[in-house]
């Protein structure tokens, strides 16, 4: 049973940074692509980050690239958010997700993860 509990979440003022962290138990083998998800009420879920390990590769999404940065650390099942330069329009629930295969052009789609955290709350104003 694959587990995702991410933690880090909380209130910060705009200009500020935040990292997210997401802790992953209850597999084997690889999960060939990582990201993190954020919500807020009333719109689709959005990808922010992720990881093909794979590829080695990272994708952005276009409103947080140069400010945030995803990484993991395989050696401890983690992965992580490292989020500057905050503006309201970040605050959302923010999700890790993980899947075991990897799919060309859904890096940054819901349809591509089959795990998900249960979110954390990160505020900024």
């Known amino acids: 049973h694959v587990q995702l509990v991410e933690s880090g979440g909380g209130s910060v003022q705009a200009g500020g940074s935040q990292r997210l962290s997401c802790a992953a138990s209850?597999?084997?083998?690889?999960?060939?692509?990582v990201a993190w998800f954020r919500q807020v009420p009333g719109k689709q879920r959005e990808g922010v980050a992720a990881i093909r390990t794979d590829l080695v590769s990272t994708y952005y999404a276009d409103s947080v690239k140069g400010r945030f940065t995803i990484s993991q650390d395989n050696a401890n099942n983690t992965m992580y958010l490292q989020m500057n330069s905050l503006t309201p329009e970040d605050t959302a629930i923010y999700y890790c997700?993980?899947?075991?295969?990897?799919?060309?052009?859904?890096?940054?789609?819901?349809?591509?993860?089959?795990?998900w955290g249960q979110g954390t709350q990160v505020t900024v104003s």
């Open positions: 997700a993980a899947n075991p295969y990897a799919y060309d052009g859904f890096e940054l789609s819901t349809d591509g993860y089959r795990h």
């Open positions: 209850g597999y084997d083998g690889t999960m060939y692509c």
